[in-house]
């Protein structure tokens, strides 16, 4: 909403600056994101005077002397009739711009040097005058900057209005809330004191006919009062120029009086005014009803919208003339032609406005002031403004006015309790200071000294219950006056959610392992048969990514080939995030963690040039480590994968994920990458736990698992020996350690495997593998016989196991 | 037991020292030199031990002298394996760098994406304040998103709410309020809780709006709390966050909280007397908060008579961009491994 700070002074005359206005409205109404001054073209002229004057022959030129307050007469020649010596001009100096673009040098005419341009109301874009130039009427000394001295210049208040505020949709508006917070009365702008009004009006429940026009309301739900009021003998042309500034001042363009006027009235008094040419409308009659199917009609725009029956029109005798509360039509639209006017100034429904300014796609000044909600009590009185107000700028004559519909309802007041207003901004607002500041903005207050009834104005729409009215309190005192101690507070009833927590630790784990995280958007591209397991968004931002990623393994993806794209071979990239997975007809979302490296395990070195590639082995680490952070203490197995992954990851005997090699679009150069993909837990749309039942054994869990037990540490020494099998391909490494375990008894430490050979010195489809066995007996040290009685024990258990033998040599 | 004249036992001591002296010089290596401290020196076998077994077959009165004797030989052995020891261990000190100033081999640095350090960083200075993380589903029910959190229904309020359906009555969560609701239905008050979460708009993506983003909404509920709280606990909030500054509360509107304010906290370019950051007014937008409104109350079942609450919502992208100087909100989706690797530490 942009705010004239001098069209607002015409309705609240305030003694504030447009900073301090800034600052009043920000702290107490409604945001002011900017401001900017208006005809800032015109900073750089002065006040200057002619001090000495003479005709330079046989032209229509003069030869002036120029005092412009610099403290030398600048000699300057100027082509107007009307110079005087003694009076005061707007003075352009030389380097000055004009507002055409003009540049003022310093050049010689006929001999004579001009040093600067004394200019006419044309000249400085004010007006089309340009007999003569403009003298001013000021006591001002030369020098002084031209709009210090003329009423031109104005500051356009850029504010920002929130959908419960309508009535802060006009001047008048902001000007009830300046006379509350300034003390000042609202006054009735000069422009709309001596306006002609019109005769009594016929007022009709359903419908009613005044002189030659008539206006039937099909329902008075959609349109609750209609006035209608006849202006004849209309002269279409330029606006007034106090009009024509109004409308500039808030950033509008001057178009003629008729719409001109229709505008005041629409950022005036925040009230939409639509002028139809009378003779247009066929049988002069206004119907206003909703479209009948078929109907159509070519809008202002010059649009063929086709209507149904959501919209609501304004109908002649035969057919559709304007979108009620929306647009007018091509048809009836006022022309330099039009003599005689019929206004039209409603209170519309907000829903079907709004129903129908969907279905046509037309957001305008009119429909989005109707939707928030207009002061259907001021209908006819602001029928009779605009009206007169058309009148006095178009020659025009009032004619009829014509107001069908429901008188308002009351509105239903609203119990306030003093108590409740202390109780929520803190002990400091009476119940004096309560009444005052509600009655100062308008509101009705009736009541005792504990509780009030408290009738909101008809402009409000936003007062439903105690705590609206509560906020107005809060607001008008101020926010900055009210308490701000901090005290101390119980603790609260809600244990952290798991999935914050566990995905806490997973973070941690990745980035200290060196991995970068992402947040990247979760839309995905489907192609084919995809489509059907994932969810896809109805009304998605681009039909190039219409569905939600059912794996962060696309996303992962994706995101290592934009890296690629700019030569970025060594990604080391995860992220935590949702996975949705279609369900019947909804979806379940999973907490997931995803990882993706590829290239360089680490950095370069002097010692290292060409560091090697991540493979296999780190993906399998690193899904280890992420499975460990996430569920501490827990059984933990990585086992062949199926379906192409590498390996399935098991945490206690459940399915949680899987190391997988990523297929990406890459270019030749590029290392091959790996993917992890583990699901932390669902995100279900239920609470955590049952209500008021702080459960505090959750925490633990929350931790991480079971304490850790101690042992006490090894007094004896440990013996160590070397075992090397040929393992057929068929026999995992995991096998053999666990038969190496199950046979090495108590006494076995741990068995590492170290080695692996393949080659030419074992068998076609065998590798030798080799384990490195640590015994150690808690309260002795193992006697040579005892560690050679285990190693044959080995030997022949993994014989009669698995078949495998030890290597020769 | 033979009586032992000091001379004996003195020429004993000597041979003792002249000969462990002479196998401690002959010892070549490490192994060696164990085997001649077990052989002089062992505390159970050792010819120290039979010398000092023979000090009790010398006469009282020439006992004292032939102790010092017996310490200062054993002393002087000692020393000698001892350096010898030193002279025969490998060289583990001696490693020479030819120059110092090369680099260390490091490993990869991780790093947590900035929207993530911000919200931690929330969490962190909130927890101070006993609160605890709640979370909540990004699909949901638009009662949950809307209804519950007293939108009105098919009102321009919602269009600040560009929406993004699933279907009918499933829709990606415009904001993480629902987890309000979800958390008043759960747990009983006293409720002190931050919500971290992303959430959906039908915004297009440009430079300045990203159609899924962070919030982290805050939320109070209990008896006695006011408009004070509110104030009080978000210029904590802004002072630890921010460093020490000034905060501003001004009017706005929210559906969902009664009053509503909008927190200002002094622009750190200009320090509040306006610049092109702030545009000219001096204060920068950090968050949208308010009372909980009752009818929010209402709809999870609690008493809004009997409790009051206050709740605020906040967007660390924006802090995120503001206090990095990223110039373009896409950055931060893009995961370009280059600018994560600006954030590892
Ligand atoms: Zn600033």
Not at chain 1, 45 to 56: C, N
Not at chain 2, 162 to 187: A, C, K, M
Request: include cysteine; glycine fraction near 10%; proline fraction near 6%.
């Amino acid at each position: 909403m942009n705010i004239s700070h001098e069209w607002l002074k015409a309705f609240v005359p305030h003694a504030l600056s447009a900073e301090q206005l800034r600052d009043l409205l920000t702290a107490h109404v409604a945001t002011v994101e900017g401001f900017e001054r208006t005809r800032t073209e015109l900073s750089a002229f002065v006040v200057g005077q002619v001090v000495e004057s003479e005709k330079i022959p046989e032209t229509r030129l003069s030869f002036n002397k120029v005092d412009d307050g610099s403290g030398s007469l600048l000699e300057v020649v100027c082509g107007a009739p009307n110079v005087t010596v003694g009076a005061k001009y707007p003075f352009a100096r030389s380097g000055t711009t004009m507002p055409g673009g003009l540049l003022i040098e310093k050049r010689k005419i006929r001999g004579f040097t001009s040093n600067g341009m004394l200019c006419s109301p044309r000249e400085l874009g004010l007006g089309d005058d340009h007999d003569g130039i403009l003298e001013l009427t000021t006591d001002a000394a030369t020098g002084t900057p031209l709009l210090d001295v003329l009423p031109l210049s104005d500051t356009r208040l850029v504010v920002d209005v929130l959908p419960n505020r309508p009535d802060l949709l006009s001047h008048q508006g902001f000007a009830r809330e300046v006379s509350a917070l300034t003390n000042t009365p609202v006054a009735v702008p000069a422009e709309l004191g001596a306006i002609p009004l019109p005769p009594t009006a016929v007022i009709g429940a359903r419908e009613a006919k005044a002189g030659a026009i008539a206006v039937r309301l099909a329902d008075t739900a959609d349109c609750p009062r209609y006035c209608a009021v006849v202006v004849r003998g209309v002269k279409v042309g330029p606006s007034p120029d106090w009009l024509r500034a109004r409308v500039e001042s808030v950033g509008g363009r001057s178009i003629n009086n008729v719409v001109d006027a229709t505008n005041y009235v629409l950022h005036g008094l925040g009230q939409p005014v639509h002028a139809f040419d009378l003779a247009k409308l066929g049988g002069s009659t206004i119907n206003v009803r909703r479209a009948r199917p078929g109907e159509s009609l070519v809008t202002l725009d010059g649009v063929d919208r086709t209507l149904d029956g959501s919209v609501l029109v304004i109908a002649d005798a035969d057919r559709p003339v304007a979108l009620a509360g929306i647009m007018g039509g091509k048809a009836s639209e006022v022309t330099e032609s039009t003599t005689d006017v019929l206004l039209e100034v409603a209170a519309f429904s907000a829903k079907v406005v709004r129903g129908g300014r969907r279905l046509v796609g037309l957001n305008t000044d009119a429909s989005y002031r109707y939707e928030r909600g207009i002061d259907d009590v001021a209908v006819p009185r602001i029928a009779a403004v605009a009206a007169g107000l058309l009148a006095s700028v178009s020659g025009g004559t009032v004619e009829h006015m014509v107001v069908v519909g429901d008188m308002p309802a009351p509105r239903p007041p609203v119990s306030l309790r003093v108590a409740r207003v202390g109780r929520l901004l803190g002990d400091v607002v009476n119940g004096a200071e309560t009444r005052a500041l509600l009655e100062s903005i308008g509101f009705g207050v009736t009541g005792g000294s504990e509780t009030f009834t408290v009738t909101a104005p008809s402009w409000r729409h936003d007062i439903a219950r105690d705590v609206d009215l509560i906020e107005e309190v809060a607001r008008l005192r101020g926010y900055d006056r009210l308490p701000d101690t901090l005290t101390g507070a119980r603790p609260g009833n809600v244990p952290d959610h798991p999935m914050h927590t566990v995905s806490s630790r997973v973070r941690a784990a990745l980035t200290a392992l060196g991995l970068l995280e992402i947040r990247p958007l979760p839309y995905v591209a489907a192609s084919g048969s995809d489509a059907n397991v994932l969810v896809r968004v109805r009304n998605p931002l681009g039909e190039d990514e219409p569905f939600l990623r059912r794996r962060l393994a696309d996303t992962l993806a994706r995101r290592a080939e934009y890296n690629l794209t700019r030569m970025q071979g060594d990604v080391r990239i995860f992220e935590i995030g949702t996975a949705f997975i279609p369900e019947g007809s909804g979806l379940r979302e999973e907490m997931r963690v995803g990882a993706l490296v590829m290239g360089a395990r680490r950095p370069a070195h002097f010692t290292e040039p060409v560091p090697p590639a991540y493979d296999a082995w780190d993906a399998k680490a690193l899904g280890e480590a992420i499975t460990i952070a996430a569920w501490p203490g827990a059984r933990v197995s990585l086992a062949a994968g199926t379906a192409g992954d590498l390996w399935t990851v098991t945490v206690d005997g459940t399915v949680v994920g899987r190391v997988y090699q990523a297929a990406l679009d890459a270019p030749i150069w590029a290392s091959p990458a790996f993917g992890i993909e583990i699901t932390l837990g669902d995100m279900p749309a239920t609470p955590v736990a049952a209500r008021g039942a702080h459960n505090y054994a959750d925490r633990a869990g929350a931790a991480g698992g079971a304490h850790v037990r101690y042992r006490s540490l090894p007094s004896t020494p440990a013996a160590e020996f070397d075992l090397a099998f040929v393992v057929p391909d068929s026999i995992g490494a995991a096998q053999v350690e666990s038969a190496l375990r199950t046979a090495g008894g108590d006494l076995l430490e741990s068995v590492v495997v170290f080695d692996e050979y393949r080659g030419d010195k074992v068998p076609p489809g065998t590798r030798s593998l080799a384990w490195r066995l640590t015994f150690r007996h808690p309260e002795r040290t193992l006697r040579e016989k005892e560690i050679e009685g285990r190693r044959a024990q080995l030997l022949k258990s993994l014989k009669e196991e698995l078949g495998i033998v030890v290597r020769a040599g | 037991m033979t009586p032992l004249t000091l001379q004996e036992f003195t020429a004993l001591v000597s041979s003792f020292q002249d000969e462990a002296g002479a196998a401690i010089d002959g010892a070549d290596s490490a192994e060696s030199l164990e085997a001649t401290r077990t052989k002089y020196l062992g505390r159970a076998h050792g010819w120290l031990k039979d010398i000092s077994a023979k000090l009790a077959q010398l006469d009282k009165g020439d006992r004292a002298a032939a102790g010092r004797l017996f310490n200062d030989a054993r002393l002087a052995v000692e020393a000698a394996m001892e350096s010898r020891q030193g002279a025969l261990a490998p060289a583990r000190a001696g490693i020479t760098l030819a120059d110092p100033t090369m680099p260390a081999r490091r490993a990869w640095k991780g790093a947590v994406h900035p929207v993530t350090a911000v919200i931690d960083e929330m969490i962190e200075i909130f927890r101070e304040l006993g609160f605890t993380v709640a979370l909540g589903p990004e699909a949901e029910s638009s009662w949950y998103n809307f209804g519950s959190l007293n939108f009105p229904a098919d009102h321009p309020a919602m269009d600040l709410h560009d929406t993004l359906y699933i279907s009918d009555d499933l829709l990606l969560r415009t904001h993480t309020s629902p987890v309000q609701t979800r958390t008043l239905q759960g747990y009983a008050p006293p409720i002190r809780v931050l919500i971290p979460g992303n959430v959906h708009r039908r915004d297009p993506f440009d430079a300045s709006h990203a159609p899924t983003f962070a919030q982290v909404e805050g939320l109070v509920v209990d008896e006695g709390i006011t408009f004070a709280d509110l104030k009080a606990t978000l210029t904590h909030f802004a002072n630890r966050f921010f460093g020490s500054t000034k905060t501003r509360f001004r009017p706005s509107y929210f559906p969902f909280t009664e009053p509503s304010a909008e927190m200002d906290v002094l622009c750190g370019v200009c320090k509040g007397s306006g610049c092109s950051v702030c545009k000219q007014s001096g204060w920068i937008e950090i968050l949208g908060s308010g009372l909980v409104h009752p009818a929010v109350l209402d709809s999870a079942g609690v008493d809004s008579e009997k409790y009051t609450g206050w709740a605020f919502g906040m967007g660390p992208g924006r802090t995120a961009l503001a206090r990095h100087g990223i110039p373009d909100i896409r950055i931060l989706y893009d995961s370009d491994v280059r600018f994560l690797q600006q954030f590892a530490r």
